[in-house]
Structure formats: structure tokens, C-alpha cells
């Protein structure tokens, strides 16, 4: 028995958009103010459950038609490729640099390698929040 | 590797070959294709004769570990050589007894030859080799071999419960005999016994720890006083083996390393004591336990002992001579160790032999009970025969060697009474008493063994099968050792410069001066002297205790055949497995608070102590920030919190609690000005007390019951431990620290190196993004475990 919860459905549309932008923007300030994959990955994850409790799973899976393990897999490689890539320019593993260039619209922006390894962990965190409350609210 | 080498390891190397031929020639006996061997080694050991006759000696090194100083050096001089001939020889009459011995269909050849042939060359790399860890290796695959081999019936429950035996006590053995070694080692710097001997001190105050330790190897490994229990027990393998391991070789293991090292221990009293005193303890308690015994071959086996024992006592009493070195007249004090190592040959040859015609016995007529058998003289000539001399020989009659070697024996113990050294004044007498009185049940059993086999009546019904002569190619072996019996009875001076003065060379080195021989010269007649009386009063005694036999053969004594010492082992045994079980089922219940218990306990204890003892607890209060009424308000809440958790009746205050103390943590994070920190906490514990709420709703209906949490003292007293310890700890360390702290540096590189502002997260994801890298993996890790436990389970149940 289901109650007509409409206007939690009608709120989490609206306000799902607000976390995650939200959350995008923690991730990506991370590199000069609080914030960063670890947290912006879990907002994310957030707003997703969210989705989840006011719809139901199977909603969310239809909006997001992947495997979240893919997620965290994905999240990993890019992780251990950054590190990797130091080996191109003959530094250590996980070695990183920045720079500042001018990009459209934004102006002069400081693009650090920083940033790909926190993408890699903002997958990750999305992918195993995901997977662990998935699986088990899937679980009956 | 020298031919030397080669020839020491080559049983090693024909066992591997054994399976196959075995398998694929399945017409021929396996043993013939063993046989070869040992006959091949005998003669090329022969070949060394007059090298080591004239006090040469062989050496050749192969590098193993150099490093370590372990080299397989082959050694021969006299002793080793001696050694060798008797494995070899022996072992080729083996061979060849057991072709006729084991069927060809019936038995597991090639397990018997793989097992025989990895002791033969076992106990060939005993003997020759100089180095004592290479010595070590050698002993310890004579021990497995021989288990091997007692187990060789592995169906039969006794066969496995001897060689068990067989193995704890002659490992056992030999891990104290490495001890040994080891502090040799820590002594001289060398493994070499070349080396050891000269180098070693008497007055260091390891001498007497590698001493024991060593004896103790030797003794169990030779069936000494108490160790000698195994070796009765071992009486379960196939004759053959009990003739070759436990009568000619491996129980000889004991006796050659004794004899190696006297060099090494000897000249000292302990050394003088402990030997001839076992011996003597255990020529008398297996002469003793041997009269009891019905079966053949545990009465072999507790003559064995005895002899042991009589050529342990030997090496012990001529080991006295060392203590007066070269220069004096020496002939009185070695007549021992001479007598020791005729007696070594000779009981070689005898037991063997004797051995054997049990075997044959056992063989032919299905029994070997001495109350069954009887009158046999008759049907089995040839067999009665060579017991005839080797009973006789054993019991010292002559003119078989046997004689030879008691009269040096008396003549030994007799000698040692006029020592003036080592309190041999004051205990002196025991040794001729003791032996005189052994002798004399020595003479008994072999009376009980002769007479009850072959004469009186013949009872058909007491066999199972059709009694007869054995088949000519069993009796080859005894017949050639029976000859050597006779022969070296009639002249004993064969072996005298070829064997005796070489190995004589080899155990009393330092005895003679630099170009001096032993003179050894064995004759038969002394003229009327103590020696022949006391033999006399043997033979007319021990023929008194067989004719009155039927009087105290009632006694209980005689009718308990177990040695009372079993009764030792088997209840160490049991009280060992029974007391382990014991005391690990107390502490190792299964339960996981107990084990948390033992662990915070140890903890707790360990930690505490270390921090009084180091006098580690400070309180100084330097440098302290002050406290602020936030703080203190926070506290309180997260206290209040923490102690409702505690005491919670239900399962969902205690979840909510622990909710509100996770949020009072991320306002502490915020207090103390760590963004990133708070941000993390909040998010991360609203998820974990979804979670916790997920599990409860997931519990069973049928436990539920909301009780209060129940209490245990120990739990209260572990966890105000546990607390108290964690508490004075972290403030000891806050008080106590040695350095400047490393946070300078990223406060000046985070920006310039990494261009990053905020801290945190350049050190998490640039200067230690490592770190980073694998608490991510951790993530997938736990997701994938998750995800795995919940759906294998499911499939499961789907199934």
C-alpha cells in the first residue's frame, strides 16, 4: 500500500538538480576551498537515493541504465591511469603539475592533473554508495 | 662431486629409479636390480683398506653452503670405513634375504626397496661425512627411512603405532643432538669435526649443554636406558629391516657419533659417566627384559639393547685413557675401547645372523612364539645350525667371537675398578658386578631362545601351515654371516690391523705418540685369570636359572612382557594430547567477546605496563589551547550521547544516539575549523545510519526481544580499561613530543607547488594521493563485498 506522496515526487524533482549541481560544484572548487571527489561524490550519490526513496529503484535504473560497479571500476582506472601518466614526462608514478590557460567562456582558468585523479575518486564514491544501498534495498 | 661423493649418495639415486623398474620389469624380483649396489660399494670401500691400515685418511669437499660453513665433506679413516663395510656388507646379505623373503606378488617391492635403499645411503652419508649439519641431515633421513620401513605393513595397527614410536623419540633425539651441534658451533666456529677436535674447551660453559645434548641424540637413537622402549616396538617390520636397521646399522647411528666425538668430549668425567653408566644400566636392563620376552624377536630386540648398551659402557671406560694422553702404558685403559669395537663387529655379525633364522623361522612356520615352537632341530638343520653358533657366540661360549669379546670385555670393567680417577674408587665395583650379573641373563635368553625353538617335542598342531627347510637362496645370508662368526672366532687377528687399530686410531687419537700404532693382538687363551672364572661362573649359573625356570617362570614379573617404561610413554603421550586439548578448549571457546576480551585485556595490560615502566605518563599541560564553552557544551552532548548508547533499551535509541554523537563529531570538525572534515562527517554519517536502520528493519522477527543491554563485570572493568589506557595515552603523547611537526611545509607548498588553496585536499589528492589511491580501492573493495555476500546468498536460496 502506497501513499499518494506527490509532493515529495514533485519536490525531488526540483531539488534533485539543485544537489547535484551543487555537488558538482563542491567537487570541482575542491582544489581551493573545502569540497572535493570524496564529498562531491557522495552528494551526488545523495541526490540519486533521493530518487530512489521518493520513486522507486526501478525509476532510478531506467534514468541511469548502467551497472554502478561500472562506475567504481571506471572511477579506479582513471585514478591509477593518472598516476600512470607521470611516466609519459618521466616523473614518478602520481606525480602531478598545473597550469593556467585561457579557455572559452571561462577566461583564464588554472587546469591542474589534480583534477582527473578527483574525477576518478568522485566515480568511485558515486559507484560504491550506490552499489552498497542499491544492493541492499534491492534485497528483500 | 668425486667419485666419493658419488658413491655415499648413490642408493639415494637408484631409489629414484626404483617405481620403474619396478613397474616395468614386473618378472624380475626388484631386488635383484638392488642387490648390485651394496655389493658394488662393499668391494669399493674394501679397496680403501690399506689407506686407512696404515693411518691414512680420505678426505674430499664438495661446496654445499660455504657460506654458512656447511660442506658435504667425505671422511674415511678407520671408524668410518669400519661403518661403511658393515653397511654395505650387511646390507648386500639383506638384499639378498629379503629376494627370498618378500613375495614377489604379494608385497609393495618397490615401496621396501625405495624405502631400504634411502636408508642405506642415509646411513652411508652418516658415516662419512665430516661436517655435522651435513651429519645432522643424513640422521634425521635415517630416522624417516626407518619409520618408513617399520610402517612398511601400513594396515597393521601396530606397525603404525612403532614406527610412530620410533620416530618421536629418534627425532626428538636428533633435534637435541642439532642443539649439540649448534653450540659446538658457537664454540669452535667450525662444523667440521676434523676441526672441532683440539679446538674445542673443556672449561667453556657450553661443553657440558653440547655434551648432553648430543648424548641425548646418541642414546635414543642407539636404544639406550630410558630411550630403548621404541626399539622392541619396532620388532613390527619385515625381518630383513630388523636385521639390517635395529641390530647391524641404524641403532649403531648412536654408537659411531659417540665414538666420533670422543675425541671431542672425552678425557672428562661426565663424558666417562654418562656413557659406561647407561651402558651399563642398559646392558643390564635389556639382558633382564630380554628373559621375559616369547617372542623371537623381542627377545632379539632387548638383546640388542643390551648389547648396545655393553659397547656404549665399552666406549665410555675407554674413553678414560684420553684423560692421561699420550706417553703413559696405555694398553690397560684402551682394552675397552678395543673390546668395543670387536664387539661392534662382532654383534653385527651375530644378530644379524640370528635375525635372520628368526625370520626364517617365522617364515617357514607361521609363529615366532617360543611357547609354541619347539623341536624344530630336526626339520630345519641348516637353520638350527647357524642359530646354534650365533646363540652360542652371543652368549659369549667359545671359540666363537662372541667369547673373544666378552673376555675383553670382563677384562674392561675389570680394569676400569683399578682407575684412580673420576670416583671410579668409590663406584668402581659396581661395573664388573653389574656386567657379570648381566652375563649371566645374556646367557640365559640365549639358552631360552636356542632350546625353546629347536629342541623338545614337535607339535603339528601348534602350526598353520606345512613345516620345512627355507629355500636355499634365504639361507645364504645367515650362512655366510654364521661362517664369519666362526671365522673370526678362529682369527680374530684378520680383523685386528684391518679394522680394529685403524678404528682404534680414529676414537683415541691423542692417546699414542706421533708414530705409533695400536698393537692389537687377540688371542684366545689368557691362562687361568678372573676373566675365564667369571665367564665359568656365567655358564654355570645361567644353566642353573634355565633348568629352574619352570619354578620362576610363575613369577609375575615373567609374565608381564611390556617394559614398565611404556607405561611412561603411553601416558605422556595420552597426557599430552589429552592436556593440550584441555587447556586449549579453555581459552578457545568460539566466542568472539571472549577472544575481544583476551585481546583488549593484553592490550590494556601490555600497553599499560610498558607506559609505567618507562615511566612514559606525562601531564604537563604546556602549551594546552584554552578550553572554550563550545567545546565544553559539545562534549557534554556527545558524553550524554555516547552513555545513552550504552544503556539503551532499544536497538533504535541506540542507533539515533550513535546518529547524534557521528553529528556532534562533525560540529567538534567545525569547531576546529576542518570544512572538509565536517562536510565528509555529516554525509557520511547519515548514510551509515541509513544503513544501521536498514539492518535493523532486516532483522529476524522470531529474536527480537528489546532488552536492555545485559551487564557483565569484566566487560565494564576491559572497557573502562580499554578507556582509561586510550585516555592517558593520548595525552602522554600530546605531552611528549619530540618534534617539530611536518604541517609548515605543506602550508608553504600546497600553493606554490601544487596551486591548490585548500590544503586538504592537495595533500589528499597530490602529495599523498597514494594514500588516496588505495582508500578508493578499499571503497570498491567493500561495494563489490557487499554486493557479492547479498547475491551469492541469494542464488543460493534460489537454488
Known amino acids: 500500500m502506497r501513499t499518494n506522496d506527490v509532493v515529495l515526487k514533485t519536490a525531488t524533482q526540483l531539488v534533485t538538480f539543485i544537489i547535484i549541481i551543487f555537488s558538482i560544484y563542491v567537487f570541482l572548487q575542491g582544489h581551493h576551498n573545502p569540497g572535493g571527489g570524496f564529498i562531491g561524490g557522495l552528494m551526488t550519490a545523495a541526490a540519486i537515493i533521493l530518487i530512489g526513496i521518493a520513486f522507486d529503484i526501478k525509476t532510478v535504473r531506467r534514468i541511469l541504465p548502467f551497472d554502478f560497479k561500472l562506475l567504481t571500476a571506471t572511477g579506479l582506472l582513471i585514478a591509477v591511469l593518472t598516476g600512470i601518466g607521470a611516466f609519459i614526462f618521466d616523473a614518478t608514478f602520481l606525480t602531478h603539475t598545473y597550469d593556467y590557460f585561457y579557455l572559452p567562456l571561462l577566461g583564464k582558468t588554472e587546469l591542474a592533473t589534480a583534477l582527473l585523479f578527483d574525477i576518478g575518486v568522485y566515480f568511485v564514491v558515486i559507484g560504491v554508495t550506490l552499489t552498497i544501498i542499491f544492493t541492499i534495498g534491492e534485497d528483500s | ?799
Open chain 2, 1 to 799: 662431486m668425486t667419485l666419493l661423493h658419488w658413491a655415499t649418495i648413490s642408493p639415494l639415486l637408484l631409489a629414484i629409479l626404483i617405481p620403474f623398474l619396478y613397474k616395468y620389469l614386473r618378472s624380475v624380483h626388484t631386488g635383484w636390480f638392488v642387490l648390485a649396489l651394496p655389493l658394488v660399494l662393499f668391494f669399493y670401500f674394501i679397496r680403501f683398506l690399506p689407506e686407512t691400515s696404515d693411518g691414512g685418511v680420505i678426505e674430499q669437499t664438495v661446496n654445499w653452503v660455504p657460506s654458512l660453513d656447511i660442506n658435504f665433506t667425505v671422511f674415511i679413516d678407520g671408524l668410518s670405513l669400519l661403518f661403511a663395510l658393515l653397511i654395505t656388507g650387511i646390507g648386500s646379505l639383506v638384499v639378498l634375504y629379503s629376494i627370498y623373503y618378500l613375495s614377489k606378488t604379494k608385497e609393495q617391492l618397490h615401496n621396501f626397496y625405495v624405502y631400504l635403499l634411502m636408508f642405506m645411503g642415509a646411513m652411508l652419508g652418516v658415516v662419512l661425512s665430516d661436517n655435522l649439519i651435513v651429519l645432522y641431515a643424513f640422521w634425521e633421513l635415517t630416522s624417516l627411512a626407518s619409520s618408513l620401513l617399520i610402517s612398511y605393513w601400513y594396515h597393521r595397527k601396530k606397525s603404525t603405532y612403532g614406527a610412530q614410536k620410533s620416530m618421536l623419540i629418534t627425532v626428538f633425539g636428533g633435534f637435541a643432538m642439532l642443539g649439540g651441534f649448534s653450540l659446538l658451533y658457537v664454540m669452535t666456529g667450525t662444523f667440521s669435526i676434523r676441526e672441532i677436535i683440539g679446538n674445542v674447551d673443556t672449561t667453556s660453559s657450553l661443553f657440558i649443554p653440547a655434551m648432553l645434548l648430543v648424548l641425548l641424540g646418541a642414546f635414543t637413537k642407539s636404544a639406550q636406558f630410558p630411550f630403548h622402549i621404541w626399539l622392541p616396538d619396532a620388532m613390527e617390520a619385515p625381518t630383513p629391516v630388523s636385521a639390517y636397521l635395529h641390530s647391524a646399522t641404524m641403532v649403531k647411528a648412536g654408537i659411531y657419533l659417540v665414538a666420533r666425538l670422543t675425541p671431542v668430549f672425552g678425557g672428562v668425567p661426565e663424558w666417562f659417566w654418562l656413557l659406561s653408566g647407561f651402558g651399563i644400566v642398559t646392558l643390564f636392563w635389556g639382558s633382564l627384559s630380554a628373559v621375559r620376552q616369547k617372542d623371537l624377536k623381542s627377545i632379539l630386540a632387548f638383546s640388542t639393547v643390551s648389547q648396545l648398551g655393553l659397547i656404549m659402557c665399552l666406549l665410555g671406560l675407554g674413553s678414560a685413557s684420553l684423560y692421561f694422553g699420550a706417553g703413559t702404558d696405555t694398553t690397560m685403559y684402551t682394552t675397552a675401547t678395543l673390546a668395543a669395537v670387536f664387539h661392534l663387529i662382532n654383534h653385527a655379525t651375530f644378530k644379524g645372523s640370528l635375525f635372520m633364522t628368526a625370520g626364517i623361522i617365522d617364515h617357514e612356520t607361521g609363529t615366532r612364539d617360543i611357547r609354541k615352537l619347539g623341536g624344530l632341530m630336526t626339520i630345519m638343520p641348516v637353520t638350527f645350525t647357524i642359530s646354534l653358533i650365533g646363540t652360542a657366540s652371543m652368549a659369549g661360549l667359545p671359540p666363537f667371537n662372541g667369547f673373544l669379546s666378552k673376555e675383553m670385555f670382563f677384562t674392561g670393567v675389570l680394569n676400569a675398578t683399578e682407575l684412580e680417577i673420576f670416583n671410579m674408587k668409590t663406584f668402581g665395583l659396581l661395573f664388573p658386578v653389574l656386567a657379570w650379573v648381566a652375563s649371566i641373563f645374556t646367557f640365559v635368553y640365549c639358552m631360552i631362545l636356542f632350546f625353546k625353538t629347536f629342541t623338545g617335542e614337535f607339535k603339528k598342531e601348534n602350526y598353520d601351515k606345512h613345516v620345512h627347510e627355507a629355500p636355499f637362496g634365504m639361507l645364504i645370508s645367515p650362512i655366510v654371516l654364521g661362517s664369519l662368526v666362526v671365522v673370526f672366532g678362529f682369527f680374530p687377528n684378520l680383523l685386528s690391523y684391518t679394522l680394529i687399530e685403524p678404528a682404534m686410531n680414529a676414537i683415541l687419537p691423542t692417546v699414542l705418540g706421533p708414530d705409533e700404532q695400536f698393537y692389537v693382538n687377540i688371542y684366545h687363551w689368557h691362562g687361568f685369570n678372573t676373566e675365564l672364572f667369571m665367564t665359568i661362573g656365567v655358564i654355570l649359573f645361567g644353566t642353573f636359572i634355565y633348568l629352574m625356570m619352570k619354578k620362576w617362570a610363575k613369577l609375575e614379573i615373567y609374565l608381564r612382557e611390556r617394559d614398565p617404561l611404556n607405561k611412561v610413554y603411553d601416558g605422556s603421550l595420552v597426557l599430552l594430547a589429552s592436556g593440550s586439548h584441555t587447556i586449549t578448549a579453555s581459552f578457545m571457546r568460539g566466542s568472539i567477546r571472549q577472544y575481544l576480551i583476551y585481546i583488549f585485556s593484553f592490550m590494556v595490560l601490555f600497553i599499560g605496563y610498558m607506559l609505567f615502566k618507562l615511566n612514559a605518563i606525562t601531564f604537563t599541560g604546556e602549551g594546552s589551547a584554552p578550553i572554550t564553552f563550545h567545546e565544553t557544551t559539545l562534549a557534554l552532548i556527545m558524553c550524554i550521547a555516547a552513555i545513552t548508547v550504552a544503556f539503551a533499551r532499544t536497538r533504535l535509541t541506540a542507533i539515533i544516539s550513535l546518529g547524534a554523537v557521528g553529528y556532534s563529531l562533525a560540529l567538534f570538525f567545525v569547531l576546529f575549523r576542518a570544512p572538509d572534515l565536517a562536510l565528509t562527517q555529516m554525509v557520511i554519517e547519515t548514510v551509515s545510519t541509513v544503513l544501521f536502520l536498514l539492518c535493523f528493519y532486516h532483522l529476524p522477527v522470531f529474536k527480537e526481544k528489546f532488552e536492555k543491554v545485559p551487564f557483565r563485570l569484566t566487560n565494564l572493568v576491559v572497557s573502562i580499561g580499554v578507556g582509561a589506557l586510550v585516555t592517558i595515552f593520548a595525552i602522554s603523547a600530546h605531552y611528549s613530543k619530540s618534534f617539530e611537526s611536518l604541517a609548515s611545509f605543506f602550508v608553504d607548498a600546497s600553493y606554490k607547488e601544487a596551486g591548490g588553496k585548500n590544503m586538504v585536499n592537495v595533500i589528499l589528492v597530490d602529495f599523498r594521493g597514494f594514500d588516496t589511491l588505495f582508500e578508493i580501492l578499499v571503497l570498491g573493495i567493500a561495494a563489490v563485498g557487499i554486493y557479492s555476500m547479498i547475491k551469492l546468498r541469494l542464488q543460493k536460496e534460489g537454488s
